[in-house]
């Protein structure tokens, strides 16, 4: 298994920035993929950005040109840059990792962005 941790949360203003962290531990030389999913309140968890084990990334189409996520292998560490939030990317924060035999989460960590 697999277990994340994620950091860097907060409170920022429309058009501000702001990036998460998500530090994994156990099995991770195993994973496929680590990324993050939101779920804003009253509303679905939707994917956000992943990068696979190869290097190659993926994005929703609402946070592309404006999030990038980038890791630190040395550290098993995750990020997501987010450049030029809004309102509506107000949510909680879940960092993710699938690999052979488990899709591990974490507890999430809030954004708030208020205009």
């Known amino acids: 298994q697999v277990q994340l941790l994620e950091s860097g949360g907060g409170l920022v203003q429309d058009g501000d920035s702001l990036t998460l962290s998500c530090a994994a531990s156990?099995?991770?030389?195993?994973?496929?993929?680590m990324g993050w999913h939101r779920q804003a309140p009253g509303k679905e968890r939707e994917f956000v950005a992943r990068?696979?084990?190869?290097?190659?990334?993926n994005y929703a189409d609402s946070v592309k040109g404006r999030f990038t996520i980038s890791r630190d292998s040395t550290k098993n560490t995750v990020y997501l840059r987010m450049n030029s939030l809004k309102p509506e990317d107000t949510a909680i924060y879940y960092c993710?990792?699938?690999?052979?035999?488990?899709?591990?989460w974490g507890q999430g960590t809030q954004v708030t962005v208020s205009s």
């Open positions: 990068m696979w084990s190869a290097g190659n990334t």
């Open positions: 156990g099995r991770t030389l195993s994973s496929y993929y």
């Open positions: 993710n990792a699938r690999g052979p035999g488990y899709d591990s």
